[in-house]
Every structure is written in structure tokens, then in C-alpha cells.
């Protein structure tokens, strides 16, 4: 390892190799590409300066407003290094900064102002008269959150619709993982224990990641995915407590879902492991008349076992 680091000190990467050893999981990015020599030192101090504000949970927001401004600067290594620790440092600071949020003062503006999850940030900010809360709120927005809210509380969630600004200067797998998580933070697949988005988003984005972890496998994010679709497999299969896909009274499969499960394999389910998932149960489905027979189910819990064990 010391004669490695050595090696790339003389071409500038010394440091973008210990800031890919502290990300969790995996390989940097796919495609992300060292920078040439020349550009290097450029790109390294770039990395610096944008180190020491990352590092300090105080000092996050700067850190996320100097990548949007500077990213562009770095190569798509340094940029994919500085994105993902973007996002650690944003997740690593989410629990202590809902603190923020929680007291019933700062509830109960928001409420009055009747606050949904769909509105821009500006019209969020239009709402609030409170001065406190708004800067609260601007806050909230600088440190790449944003509000969402369920039974009648309000708390901040990461907002991955706004990483989508790096995408044209990072590897090609963590600009994929950004669409992936972004899907889900702008519209989350359930509330309430219920599936709130269509059966056929829901199977769309099972298959997406399926197809990520076949084409990352040594992505940094693999394991995040991998999580991810340990959800979402098993809602394509069996639904929620509140939208069961199968009648509780009947065991009939919804029909809707039946629908969406033929319309997804019309051209066939290629390479794709959830396509391939579904190819398999529509047999088992047509000798059951769409029933959750014994058969049918002993096929269910075999797939759900595999995928909540990722």
C-alpha cells in the first residue's frame, strides 16, 4: 500500500486515494477517470478546500454550495470522490439537524402554513411568515434537504433531486444511483403502510435497480441499491399492509397488478432479474386463476426471502 500511495503522489492522486478508502462499499464510480497530470494540481485543490468544509457538519451547507460552484473543475474523479462524500456528510448530519424541526413551535408554523410535500421551495418559503422558521427553512434547502411530511409531522428527508446537477461531471453508476434515489425522494412509493404510485412505476423502478446492480457490481453504491430494491421486491410481489396484492378475503391477485406484471413482459424479460422474477410467477398465476394457491405462495416467500436477505 505504501509504495502504491507513493506511485500516485508523484502524479497528484495521493489524496483522492484516501478519500476512496473512506467511502463505504465498493469501488469509486464506473467511469469516473483520473485526471491528467496537468489539470491535477487544479483538481487537488479543489479537493481541499472542499475537504475542509465537508469535514465540518457546521460548515455543510458551504461545502454542498462550493461543489456546485467548482465541480466542474475537478475531473470526473475528484467530482465523483466529492459527490458521494456530499451525500455521506449529508446523511451522517440528517438526524441532528431534525432536531432543528421537531419542536412544536416550528410544527405548528408549518401546519398553519399547510404545508405539502409537493410545493417548491419557493412557495414553501411564500407560506411561512414567521421569520425564525423561514431561516429555518432556507436551512433546510442549503444543507440539501427538504420537508416532507407524515401523520401531522414535519421532518427533513435528503433531496437527491438536487445531486442531479453533478451528474454531467461524475462516473456514469453514481449519476445512475443519483436517478434512483431521486425517483423515491420525489415521490416515495408508500405512505401509510400503502403503495401511493402506480403498480407499473413500481415495477419500473424494481427493474432499474435490478439493472444497476447487474451493470455496477463494483459500484460504491452498490450496497445502497441492493438495500433499496430488498424494499422494493417485495412490494412488487405482495404489496403493502394497505394495498395488498392479494384480497385478504379472497386471495385473488389485484387486477391491476396482474395487468402491469403482463404489460412489462410484452417484450419479454431480457437479462433483468425482476422481469425474470415475474416471467416465472405469471405461469404459476394462470394455473391458479390469479390465487394465492400453495404453490404460488411457497414460490412468493422463496423470492422475498432472497431479496430481504441482500
Do not use: C
Not at 450496497?223 to 430494491?229: I, K
Amino acid at each position: 500500500m505504501k509504495r502504491l500511495q507513493e506511485t500516485l503522489a508523484k502524479t497528484g492522486r495521493a489524496v483522492l486515494l484516501g478519500a476512496a478508502l473512506t467511502l463505504a462499499g465498493g469501488t469509486l464510480a464506473e467511469g469516473a477517470q483520473p485526471v491528467s497530470a496537468a489539470a491535477a494540481a487544479d483538481a487537488q485543490a479543489v479537493y481541499n478546500q472542499f475537504r475542509k468544509y465537508v469535514s465540518n457538519p457546521s460548515s455543510l451547507a458551504q461545502a454542498r454550495k462550493y461543489l456546485i460552484n467548482h465541480i466542474d473543475e475537478a475531473g470526473s474523479w475528484y467530482a465523483t470522490v466529492m459527490t458521494l462524500q456530499l451525500e455521506n456528510a449529508q446523511k451522517a448530519e440528517l438526524e441532528r439537524f431534525s432536531e432543528k424541526i421537531y419542536p412544536e413551535r416550528v410544527q405548528k408554523v408549518l401546519m398553519e402554513a399547510d404545508i405539502t410535500n409537493d410545493l417548491t421551495y419557493t412557495q414553501l418559503l411564500q407560506r411561512i411568515k414567521d421569520t425564525g422558521v423561514r431561516q429555518l427553512i432556507e436551512e433546510t434547502w442549503d444543507k440539501g434537504y427538504k420537508l416532507e411530511s407524515s401523520e401531522g409531522m414535519y421532518y427533513p428527508v435528503m433531496h437527491y433531486e438536487g445531486f442531479k446537477v453533478f451528474k454531467p461531471y461524475i462516473g456514469k453508476d453514481i449519476s445512475a444511483y443519483i436517478d434512483i434515489m431521486a425517483a423515491e425522494s420525489n415521490k416515495p412509493a408508500t405512505f401509510d403502510a400503502a403503495v401511493v404510485i402506480s403498480w407499473d412505476e413500481l415495477i419500473g423502478r424494481a427493474a432499474t435497480m435490478s439493472d444497476f446492480v447487474q451493470d455496477y457490481p463494483k459500484s460504491n453504491r452498490i450496497a445502497a441499491v441492493r438495500e433499496e430494491l430488498s424494499y422494493s421486491v417485495p412490494m412488487v410481489l405482495l404489496g403493502a399492509d394497505n394495498t395488498p396484492a392479494y384480497d385478504y378475503d379472497t386471495n385473488v391477485l389485484d387486477p391491476e397488478l396482474r395487468r402491469a406484471y403482463d404489460d412489462v413482459l410484452m417484450e419479454g424479460p431480457g437479462d433483468n432479474e425482476v422481469l425474470n422474477i415475474l416471467s416465472k410467477l405469471i405461469p404459476l398465476l394462470d394455473a391458479s386463476g390469479n390465487k394465492r394457491t400453495g404453490e404460488v405462495s411457497a414460490y412468493l416467500e422463496q423470492v422475498v426471502d432472497h431479496y430481504t436477505n441482500l
